[in-house]
């Protein structure tokens, strides 16, 4: 089983920044995709950004520009670098891990709040 442990939310003015941290942990797994969905208040999870083992990202438009998706493969560990924050970019922002031969993995979730 793979635990994915999420870190660096928190509370910041709008323009502020943010770096989030998800690193996989477990025996014996393999971890293909790796990426960030978030969920505010009362709305959908959707996704926010997303990159492969070989590092094509893929990001949500309302994110493009002010968001970077990057991983370290040695670490099994994802991370968002999230610049020019929003109110709306307020949410639960999730991290994910797709295995080859099983369900996809979540992350706890944590939280970002972005005040006006």
């Known amino acids: 089983q793979v635990q994915l442990v999420e870190s660096g939310g928190g509370l910041v003015q709008a323009g502020g920044f943010l770096r989030l941290s998800c690193t996989a942990s477990g025996r014996g797994f393999i971890i293909n995709d790796m990426g960030w969905y978030r969920q505010p208040p009362g709305k959908q999870r959707d996704l926010v950004a997303a990159i492969t083992r070989g590092g094509s990202t893929n990001y949500a438009d309302s994110v493009k520009g002010r968001v970077t998706i990057s991983r370290d493969n040695a670490k099994n560990t994802v991370y968002l670098q999230m610049n020019s924050l929003k109110p709306e970019d307020t949410a639960v922002y999730y991290c994910?891990?797709?295995?080859?031969?099983?369900?996809?993995?979540w992350g706890q979730g944590t939280q970002v709040t972005v005040s006006a």
């Open positions: 994910y891990a797709q295995h080859p031969f099983s369900t996809p993995s």
